[in-house]
């Protein structure tokens, strides 16, 4: 009967008279508090809950520690487990998953490192994520073990007498958010909301309903009684939509506090004595809504840095720094960048100084940066984070994604929460254990998102490269990132990665539009990331049976291109809202019509409608942005905005 069991959990084919829906058959005893969340991950899991003719039967018990146990012996399994039901999610895959390699006996025991344990998802940067993407996410990390799930919105969210308040930009209504917290809960899961009550305010700022509560760029302008009534009326809202007491109210990354209109109507103050007032301020309005402030912890170091630098673990406080944050307000110490365990260690230290206060940890699955998730690094900086983490008794973490408008998508971080979930219970970094545990969850093989951050990567150096969106966005002509790409076949590596990824399309449909648009990409840039240099070493030599073939490739690139935006339109459009997919239609665009172009400027030189290509005659120099000086050699990191890559013009 086992076998039967193992045959369905691989999709192996059964008789359809013993399995009609190819589902096992499966009786859990004394599981009426699991009941729901049985409900809602059953199908994930591959099985059919029932109260006859079961082929497998699970006890449930249950424990006061925080801990987790699975059992099986033949056709009976027991769970016993403590500390809420992500720990019974995740010894339900567990169990499942032994199953499905063919085991009839196991035991196993875990006890997690962490109270808490998470996804973080930004929603704030163009890209809305569906609540019925959401919903399938928290079921996947669910089953990892996870238990809370932060859904960082900026003005992503309705607000009273704001009709301007992320207008146009996919803003979730009360009621989808009022959806997604009972959906969370059912699973076990917190639905944390993280909003701003300080920096981070741009895009609300930038219009004309937003300026009076604009101190400068990002940063709302405090002390205004305006500015206390918009921030009640978002508390307002989080309050009616979620369940949870816990709030994020940013006050991250506020370097222009005090430098705007505030400065205009009260003068030079030090920022950290406007910052702590407004702390104080907002944190008493948490306080009479019965909620419980979390804060990042940034603006501390840097006010306190002479040079402004986010995390100096040698920054001094002074006393006029310590034990101004509010004993009730959580730290959190967020930090994506460090790969050394001694950084993290004493920058936990550090926090101490700060105040006697409740400290967690963020770290980051680095999906903003480039073309694809770059989880060298992620897997690097989360297994020295979470190992000080667990060192020093930090008792929540969690892995935050943010947006970038360009290739990734946040689906493809799952991978990196499931090395969060597996460091969490089992206390160390095993990438095998990794990429089973994903294959069973996910569908995926973990190896698959690991390796997409090589389109990424066309020197194949030691140092940090991220040259995806430089590669996609640089002009054919202009070429300001052409001295970067003169030692590099691009046609060679990224060929090799179209090959190498040209029948991986998925195993579900969570992931295959990631995968499609990867795949296009790839195609795309082996005949575009060199392309400038091939054109103007062409171009030098006067090589016109050369210029003959690349303005082949030229036309080429151009339907590469619309294939590539078509197929990103189609990913944007099942993972979010509409709303913002008009900035990628904007980049691709510029980027078709460019390529238009080049092909017309070589077609008019060739035919000798033109007696030069100015644009090819100047010289080629090496990317004039300080992201890239400090790289070695002609690798590539990143710049800030699409424009930056595309022309040295004003845009």
Excluded at 201 to 209: A, D, I, P, T, V
Excluded at 270 to 292: A, F, K, P, S, W
């Amino acid at each position: 009967m086992l076998d039967k069991c193992r045959r369905v959990c691989n999709n192996e084919s059964v008789e359809p008279k013993e399995e009609r829906e190819n589902l096992m058959k499966v009786r859990f005893i004394d599981a009426s508090r699991e009941k729901e969340s049985l409900a809602l991950l059953s199908a994930d899991l591959g099985i059919a809950v029932t109260e006859e003719n079961e082929v497998l039967t699970v006890r449930v018990e249950h424990s006061d520690a925080d801990a987790l146990t699975v059992a099986l012996d033949g056709e009976h399994a027991t769970i016993t487990y403590g500390g809420g039901l992500s720990r019974f999610h995740r010894a339900l895959g567990i169990l499942f998953e032994a199953i499905k390699e063919g085991k009839t006996s196991f035991h196993k025991k875990e006890t997690p490192s962490f109270e808490k344990n998470g996804y973080y998802l930004d929603v704030s940067r163009n890209a809305v994520m569906r609540p019925s993407v959401i919903k399938e996410i928290m079921r996947k990390i669910a089953l990892m073990g996870m238990n809370t799930f932060w859904l960082y919105m900026e003005d992503m969210y309705e607000i009273e007498n704001e009709p301007y308040f992320g207008h146009m930009r996919g803003r979730y209504t009360k009621a989808e958010l009022k959806e997604l917290d009972a959906y969370a809960l059912s699973l076990g899961i917190e639905l944390v909301p993280a909003i701003q009550c300080l920096g981070h305010m741009e895009r609300f700022l930038s219009g004309e309903s937003g300026a009076k509560y604009r101190d400068q760029g990002a940063v709302l302008l405090v002390g205004e009684e305006s500015t206390y009534d918009l921030i009640s009326r978002m508390l307002a809202t989080v309050t009616e939509c979620f369940t949870t007491k816990r709030l994020i109210i940013g006050f991250d990354e506020a370097g222009g506090l005090g430098r705007g209109a505030y400065f205009k109507k009260h003068g030079y103050r030090e920022q950290i004595d406007i910052y702590c007032e407004h702390l104080n301020r907002v944190v008493d309005m948490t306080r009479e809504r019965g909620l419980d402030p979390i804060i990042f912890s940034d603006m501390f170091f840097s006010t306190a840095d002479p040079a402004g630098g986010y995390y100096n673990p040698n920054v001094v406080f002074s006393e006029h720094i310590k034990g101004r944050v509010p004993k009730d307000v959580t730290l959190c110490y967020w930090d994506y960048n460090n790969g050394s365990y001694e950084m993290y260690d004493g920058m936990i230290k550090k926090h101490r100084e700060i105040g006697d206060n409740k400290i967690i940890f963020a770290g980051g699955i680095w999906t903003w940066v480039g073309a694809a998730t770059y989880y060298s690094l992620s897997i690097k900086n989360t297994e020295q984070a979470l190992t000080a983490c667990r060192n020093h008794g930090i008792k929540e973490v969690f892995a935050t994604t943010w947006h970038d408008v360009c290739l990734s998508f946040r689906v493809t971080a799952l991978a990196g929460c499931q090395m969060f979930a597996e460091m969490d219970y089992t206390g160390a970094y095993d990438e095998e254990a990794v990429r089973r545990r994903f294959a069973f969850i996910c569908g995926e093989d973990a190896r698959d998102l690991w390796d997409m951050e090589e389109i990424d990567q066309p020197h194949k150096a030691d140092a940090r490269e991220i040259a995806g969106p430089a590669l996609l966005y640089n002009d054919p002509l202009i070429g300001l990132l052409d001295w970067h790409m003169q030692d590099v076949d691009g046609r060679a590596h990224y060929g090799a990665i179209a090959r190498k990824y040209k029948d991986k399309k998925g195993n579900s449909p969570l992931f295959a539009p990631a995968f499609n648009v990867f795949r296009h990409a790839a195609a795309f840039l082996a005949l575009k990331a060199d392309f400038g240099v091939r054109l103007k070493a062409a171009y030098d030599a006067g090589d016109r049976e050369a210029l003959k073939a690349l303005l082949d490739d030229c036309r080429l690139m151009g339907a590469r291109c619309e294939a590539l935006r078509r197929a990103h339109r189609e990913a944007w459009l099942y993972y979010n809202k509409p709303f913002g997919l008009e900035t990628v239609d904007a980049r691709y665009g510029a980027i078709t019509a460019r390529i238009d172009t080049a092909a017309y400027r070589i077609e008019c030189y060739l035919k000798g409608e033109a007696d030069a290509l100015e644009e090819l005659a100047e010289d080629r120099l090496k990317f004039n942005y300080s992201d890239f000086g400090e790289r070695r050699e002609r690798t590539m990191y990143y710049a800030n905005t699409f424009a930056q890559y595309l022309t040295p013009g004003r845009f």
